[in-house]
C-alpha cells in the first residue's frame, strides 16, 4: 500500500490528453514539492516534472504539472505511442521523514 | 556525459549480505547527495536511504524497512556511493537504482541503470 495513491492505469488515444492523479495528504504533498517520473519499459526512471510544474531541461513541453492542497495531477498532451510508460509522483513525507511515492500508473496508448 | 553505473548485484542467500557500488562520472560528485531507490520485480519505487554531501554534513538517513540493515557510504576520492546490506531478506529482491538527490526540491535527479539483487535460498 503506497503512501500517496494514483490510479493504476490510464488510457487514451494519440493526440489526445490524459492526466494522472496523485493523491496524499497534509505530510507529504500538502506541505511539500511534487515530482514526477516516468519510467518506459525496461529503462530507469527519469525525472520529468520537480517542484510540483517545472520541467527538467530537455523534458518535452507536451507534459505538466499540477497541485492543490494534498493533491497533484500530471498532464500529457498530443499523446504519442513512445508516451507509453509508468509513470511515478513522489513528495518528501514530514512524518516519516523521506521521499515517499504512489504506487505507479501505467498509461497506454490506444 | 552525466552517468551513474551500478555494479555488485546478484544472488544471495537470507541472512547474506551484500556491497552494491555506484560509480559516478560527469558531475562534482564531492557536492552531490545521494541516494539509492530500489524496485521489487513488478512493483513500484520504494526509497532506500540517501547520504548528504560532505559540506552539508556527511549524514545518512534511511527508510524503516532497511534501517539497521543497510548501510550507505561515499568516498568522494574515487567518485564511488555505496550500499552495505546486511541480513538480507526475501523481500529485498529488488532492483537498487543509484540516484543524485536535490535537496531543495527533494528530486532524484540522475539515475543509473540499476543492478539486480535476488535473495533467494
Known amino acids: 500500500q503506497s503512501v500517496l495513491t494514483q490510479p493504476p492505469s490510464v488510457s487514451e488515444a494519440p493526440r489526445q490528453r490524459v492526466t494522472i492523479s496523485c493523491s496524499g495528504s497534509?505530510?507529504?504533498?500538502?506541505?511539500?514539492?511534487v515530482n514526477w517520473y516516468q519510467q518506459l519499459p525496461g529503462k530507469a526512471p527519469k525525472l520529468l516534472i520537480y517542484?510540483?510544474?517545472l520541467l527538467p531541461s530537455g523534458v518535452s513541453d507536451r507534459f505538466s504539472g499540477s497541485k492543490s492542497g494534498t493533491s497533484a495531477s500530471l498532464a500529457i498532451s498530443g499523446l504519442q505511442s513512445e508516451d507509453e510508460a509508468d509513470y511515478y509522483c513522489a513528495a518528501w513525507d514530514d512524518r516519516l521523514n523521506g521521499p515517499v511515492f504512489g504506487g505507479g500508473t501505467k498509461l497506454t496508448v490506444l | 556525459e552525466v552517468q551513474l553505473v551500478e555494479s555488485g548485484g546478484g544472488l544471495v542467500k537470507p541472512g547474506g549480505s551484500l556491497r552494491l557500488s555506484c560509480a559516478a562520472s560527469g558531475f562534482t560528485f564531492s557536492n552531490a547527495w545521494m541516494s539509492w531507490v530500489r524496485q521489487a520485480p513488478g512493483k513500484g519505487l520504494e526509497w532506500v536511504g540517501r547520504i548528504k554531501s560532505k559540506t552539508d554534513g556527511g549524514t545518512t538517513d534511511y527508510a524503516a524497512p532497511v534501517k539497521g540493515r543497510f548501510t550507505i557510504s561515499r568516498d568522494d576520492s574515487k567518485n564511488t556511493l555505496y550500499l552495505q546490506m546486511n541480513s538480507l531478506k526475501t523481500e529485498d529482491t529488488a532492483v537498487y537504482y543509484c540516484?543524485?538527490?536535490?535537496?531543495?526540491?527533494?528530486?532524484?535527479?540522475?539515475w543509473g541503470q540499476g543492478t539486480m539483487v535476488t535473495v533467494s535460498s
Open positions: 540516484t543524485t538527490f536535490l535537496p531543495r526540491e527533494d528530486a532524484f535527479d540522475i
Open positions: 517542484y510540483d510544474d
Open positions: 497534509s505530510s507529504n504533498i500538502g506541505n511539500n514539492a
